[in-house]
């Protein structure tokens, strides 16, 4: 079994719809998607949820007023700035590291644990999906990344599956490094841009620091030819393979208001291109055993 | 109303790519006395735009707990007090996990033989400087380095209250963004009128909400998508402040860096007139 994340640095580059046509084109895989902060693969897969999971996660101070004497430790503690100046917690700041209710004299302060998300197993016209909500404004999410990877890779080891398809997050933080973690490749999704490039820079420092193999797709490419050429060259010049170039079409929007993947929408140079690449891909990766 | 505070706001949205940087970066181009604050300190990209003059550099650090052996006699109490798991007490020795501290100093406080320091653990930068007359300020994350908020937050120190301050945040729904919105007056959401720019709308639109900040959202390529995103805003009384129509000309300035106020001067007049409108709808919030 192999899993292939699609990562991208900079948001809104396709990491999506390149996981939406992964997930068409691929036999015997399970996806995960990975982006809890915003997860939209499932908008494409219309999955019918076959068990969904409370994600209990960490803990928020809850200041009990009737006890509080109003001496301020809390407040002088608090490196989060989570005490209001009225002895009252700000949940949204509360990083829930207990400090305040330990220092408290009168013991007037619990740490309840949070409800942070939701977790879904489900099945879809492709195969299963596993998927997550983050609760809203709650935190911990590369614990829950985590917990989508675990239950995709039980899924995929169960079936005796060949991959594990994962849509990673926009961003280097904590969410991408959980997501990137151990797996067989990360293809980071490029647009041509100067911001595509320089975040793409960033994300693979964190895929080499953490040691993951790399490939590249450059999405878009025709929207600026010369930052093609030039993200073609600098990839080159670290021996870094580009799997492809997907070409502009409105058609990859259609599909998504379609609620279908680019795959099943249309039969174009988009998908023509998506089905080398995913050929490509498969060569290269059970090559690599 | 007082007159003189200006505004502090910031540019966010629950999908990546929407086009954050290029109404924050815009936005701030077109008014004066202003300062750009990029915290997107993950991938900060405003600098791409704006081509700034570098004034100052500051390196930021979190406190991590280091022990002292000779006088720790492995009581076990700073493992008792980490909530984040950072510590283990094995056989008498203390073992700390550095990357799962948060820095918030319980197990210095309470460690009765004073047995544990603080060392500090370098995780970002945070750069000032001008571009013209605008103020720019900026945080990027080491790269390896899990945690964004306290670079965000390092950031934000450097807000000046007598200049509009304009922020781009991080792309999603979580502690970042948060951290990036907080104490802001009004919150830009950036997003496309796709089914998958429509759910992360509603997810950043709720985030606000129960921050209880002033919002209004700006559709980017207004023409490539469906009408569901106008008919929410409508539903739930969100103000639309701005339409950008897809153009593949403002993709290629973007792409090479550009700005849209310096390449097609009508756009100043748009981003004034949606500074005005934001200062009338946080005036008179529906």
Request: aromatic share 6%; proline share 5%; hydrophobic share 40%.
């Amino acid at each position: 079994m192999k899993q292939i994340v699609i990562i991208s640095g900079k948001g809104g580059t396709g990491k999506t719809v390149i996981t939406g046509a992964f997930a068409a084109l691929a036999r015997d895989k399970v996806m995960a998607d990975c982006d809890v902060d915003a997860a939209d693969l499932y908008l494409i897969l219309d999955p019918e949820v076959k068990e969904s999971h409370i994600f209990k996660s960490g803990v928020t101070a809850f200041m009990h007023r009737e006890l509080c004497e109003g001496c301020g430790v809390c407040k002088t503690v608090c490196r989060f700035d989570a005490v209001r100046d009225d002895f009252t917690i700000d949940p949204i700041s509360c990083e829930g590291c207990g400090f305040c209710s330990f220092a408290c004299p009168q013991n007037a302060i619990d740490m309840r644990t949070n409800i942070s998300g939701e977790l879904f197993i489900s099945d879809t016209r492709f195969g299963p999906l596993v998927y997550a909500k983050l609760g809203i404004a709650e935190e911990n999410s590369g614990k829950l990344v985590s917990l989508v990877r675990q239950k995709a890779k039980e899924i995929a080891e169960d079936k005796n599956y060949q991959w594990v398809i994962i849509d990673g997050s926009p961003g280097i933080g904590c969410p991408v490094i959980a997501s990137i973690t151990g797996v067989d490749c990360a293809v980071i999704v490029i647009e041509p841009t100067l911001s595509g490039l320089h975040d793409a820079k960033r994300v693979l420092g964190v895929t080499e620091h953490f040691k993951v193999p790399v490939k590249i797709i450059i999405n878009k490419y025709d929207l600026n030819h010369d930052m093609t050429k030039k993200i073609e060259r600098w990839f080159k010049d670290r021996n870094i393979k580009i799997l492809g170039k997907v070409i502009f079409d409105e058609a990859v929007v259609k599909s998504i208001v379609e609620g279908k993947t680019i795959i099943e929408y249309s039969n174009n140079q988009v998908t023509e291109t998506l089905r080398i690449i995913w050929r490509l891909l498969e060569e290269e990766l059970e090559g690599a055993n | 109303m007082e007159k003189s505070r200006k505004l502090i706001i910031s540019v966010a949205s629950g999908k990546g790519g929407t086009g954050k940087t290029t109404i924050a970066v815009n936005l701030a181009l077109s008014l004066s006395n202003v300062q750009l604050i990029d915290c997107d300190v993950e991938e900060p990209d405003c600098h791409i735009f704006i081509k700034p003059v570098i004034e100052s550099r500051h390196t930021i650090f979190i406190p991590v707990p280091v022990v002292n052996q000779n006088k720790c006699d492995g009581c076990g109490r700073c493992q008792e007090v980490c909530l984040y798991n950072a510590i283990a007490v094995v056989n008498k020795e203390v073992i700390i996990f550095p990357e799962l501290c948060h820095g918030c100093g319980s197990c210095t406080y309470f460690c009765p033989h004073k047995a544990i320091e603080e060392e500090k653990k370098e995780i970002g930068i945070v750069e000032i400087g001008k571009s013209g007359e605008t103020q720019f300020v900026h945080g990027k994350l080491n790269v390896g380095m899990m945690m964004s908020p306290p670079v965000i937050r390092a950031v934000k120190k450097h807000i000046n209250k007598k200049k509009t301050a304009i922020i781009d945040a991080p792309p999603g729904t979580s502690c970042p963004v948060i951290t990036a919105i907080k104490d802001t007056d009004f919150v830009i959401l950036v997003t496309e009128p796709t089914p998958f720019g429509l759910n992360d709308l509603i997810l950043a639109a709720e985030v606000v909400r129960k921050m209880r900040l002033p919002f209004g959202v700006i559709i980017n390529r207004s023409d490539l998508g469906n009408k569901k995103t106008d008919e929410y805003c409508a539903r739930e009384n969100i103000p639309v402040l701005m339409r950008i129509p897809f153009s593949k000309k403002i993709a290629e300035i973007y792409s090479r860096g550009d700005l849209i106020i310096k390449v097609l001067p009508e756009y100043n007049k748009e981003f004034q007139e949606l500074y005005k409108k934001i200062e009338q709808v946080k005036v008179n919030p529906t």
